[in-house]
């Protein structure tokens, strides 16, 4: 999960004060000095935490808190109206040109995953808004950039547009501008060089492509795991180019995380996306709010139902609702379901998104295995299709054939069978329960 670190010691600190039905001053204070040290470990600017204990502290001691039925709940609600506030407020969405196409320039240090960030955005665009993306090879000086986003370009199925290592970058971009405009793409992201410090002549090019393109957006992406120095890049290149954004990676990763918490506040530079992984759907539109939640340990509902949303085929979903309901569920649904589970992400960080799941006995420190969903496949899949449709007849030697088909152990097998027919169980009381109540019953997971 992001913010790990920060996260635990945020919720251990603001657990003290939650229930309190009544909070003093001393109480709010010895607070903000936990809070206050969390912040400072986790790489978030001093400047930028002076301000905000400040903030939190003149409204926890005052009126709103004190006089209220729940004080100990709303210095909760204070320090996740600030936190939302420190990262922008409001969710700052992408530009979209009233004549395409929109213009999108990616710029950055070498290394802080551009290219890569490049791919996962034209999906983005694609997958989740229906537009039609062009990338733009114009990294003409890393060896192999040119190669890396052509191969993304294939491995996603969106067009790229490269005229090699010898043609200038500000001509590759006015030539893919203009058969951008032929193809009726609607977006053009430029995936231009960085360096790996910033110079005069990296900005120079910049400044160049960016003149000539005349982008809607320029998006600095930055690792979220160099904390500060995140901060003082993001300063530099926006004093040099006047950014429209910025793009965090690595926040899944995070030990400290600081610059997602800074870099708003110190440059004024929305952040409009974050990477929460290495998969190419690993991208989500930043929404400070929730991000406050989910550090805070309140979940993140709306962006699990919107993973789901784009990621789980209804039509399926209604299907299994069904045969749960009539009991007619195989080990053949089963394997759908998990498939269908697996689009949405790592467990582990689904679960981030319960509200409370890290105050849940055993959840807390749950160390989910994805490997673990692979043995079940293994050996569903080792079974024949008759075995999967009726698994009572799986006797004594068939579940030794299955296990050895699987390279699973026999226990292993036996375990499978026995959950999913306590499974069965539960689905036939839930049944049982929701008769006439048809809206009542939901898909586990979904």
């Keep these: 999960m992001a913010f790990e670190g920060l996260a635990d010691r945020l919720q251990n600190t603001l657990k003290k004060i939650r229930g309190k039905g009544k909070v003093s001053e001393a109480d709010v204070k010895e607070m903000m000095r936990e809070v206050r040290l969390a912040l400072l470990e986790a790489d978030v600017n001093f400047k930028v935490v002076k301000d905000f204990i400040k903030r939190v502290t003149e409204r926890a001691v005052g009126q709103e808190v004190l006089s209220s039925l729940t004080p100990g709940q709303q210095v909760v609600k204070v320090v996740h109206d600030e936190l939302t506030s420190l990262m922008g407020g409001e969710?700052?969405?992408?530009?979209?040109?009233?004549?395409?196409?929109?213009?999108?320039?990616?710029?950055?240090?070498?290394?802080?995953?551009?290219?890569?960030?490049?791919?996962?955005?034209?999906?983005?665009?694609?997958?989740?808004?229906?537009?039609?993306?062009?990338?733009?090879?114009?990294?003409?000086?890393?060896?192999?950039?040119?190669?890396?986003?052509?191969?993304?370009?294939?491995?996603?199925?969106?067009?790229?547009?490269?005229?090699?290592?010898?043609?200038?970058?500000?001509?590759?971009?006015?030539?893919?501008?203009?058969?951008?405009?032929?193809?009726?793409?609607?977006?053009?992201?430029?995936?231009?060089?960085?360096?790996?410090?910033?110079?005069?002549?990296?900005?120079?090019?910049?400044?160049?492509?960016?003149?000539?393109?005349?982008?809607?957006?320029?998006?600095?992406?930055?690792?979220?795991?160099?904390?500060?120095?995140?901060?003082?890049?993001?300063q530099s290149f926006n004093e040099q180019l006047a950014l429209t954004?910025?793009?965090?990676?690595?926040?899944?990763?995070?030990?400290?995380?600081?610059?997602?918490?800074?870099?708003?506040?110190?440059?004024?530079?929305?952040?409009?996306?974050?990477?929460?992984?290495?998969?190419?759907?690993?991208?989500?539109?930043?929404?400070?709010?929730?991000?406050?939640?989910?550090?805070?340990?309140?979940?993140?509902?709306?962006?699990?139902?919107?993973?789901?949303?784009?990621?789980?085929?209804?039509?399926?979903?209604?299907?299994?609702?069904?045969?749960?309901?009539?009991?007619?569920?195989?080990?053949?649904?089963f394997l759908e379901q998990m498939g269908q589970v697996k689009k949405l992400g790592p467990l582990d960080e689904l679960l981030g998104m319960l509200p409370g799941a890290a105050k849940m006995k055993g959840l807390k420190n749950i160390q989910i295995d994805e490997k673990q969903l692979g043995h079940v496949e293994a050996i569903i899949q080792s079974m024949t299709k008759h075995?999967?449709?009726?698994?009572?007849?799986?006797?004594?030697?068939?579940?030794?054939?299955?296990a050895k088909g699987s390279g699973r152990t026999v226990q292993e097998v036996n375990r499978l069978i026995k959950q999913f027919e306590d499974m069965k169980k539960m689905m036939k009381q839930m049944a049982g329960m929701t008769k006439g109540k048809k809206k009542g019953f939901k898909l586990p997971f979904m």
């Design 91 to 234: 969710q700052s969405k992408i530009a979209v040109s009233n004549r395409p196409p929109t213009i999108i320039m990616m710029v950055g240090l070498q290394g802080a995953g551009k290219t890569t960030m490049s791919g996962k955005l034209a999906n983005h665009l694609r997958k989740r808004h229906n537009r039609k993306p062009l990338l733009v090879a114009a990294d003409i000086y890393r060896p192999a950039a040119i190669n890396q986003l052509e191969t993304l370009g294939k491995q996603l199925d969106i067009p790229v547009f490269s005229l090699g290592d010898k043609v200038s970058p500000v001509e590759i971009a006015r030539q893919a501008i203009m058969k951008a405009k032929e193809d009726h793409n609607d977006y053009v992201i430029i995936d231009t060089a960085g360096r790996l410090h910033i110079d005069e002549e990296l900005m120079d090019e910049l400044s160049q492509v960016k003149e000539m393109a005349n982008p809607h957006e320029i998006f600095l992406v930055v690792d979220a795991m160099t904390g500060q120095d995140a901060v003082n890049v993001a």
């Design 387 to 402: 075995e999967r449709e009726q698994p009572e007849i799986i006797n004594a030697s068939r579940r030794k054939r299955i």
């Design 245 to 333: 954004g910025a793009i965090l990676t690595k926040l899944d990763g995070d030990t400290r995380g600081g610059a997602a918490l800074s870099i708003k506040a110190v440059t004024g530079l929305p952040i409009k996306f974050v990477g929460m992984g290495e998969k190419m759907d690993a991208l989500e539109p930043f929404h400070p709010d929730r991000m406050a939640s989910r550090i805070l340990g309140m979940g993140d509902v709306l962006t699990l139902i919107e993973k789901a949303q784009t990621s789980v085929d209804e039509e399926k979903a209604k299907e299994l609702e069904k045969k749960m309901r009539d009991m007619s569920f195989t080990f053949d649904d």
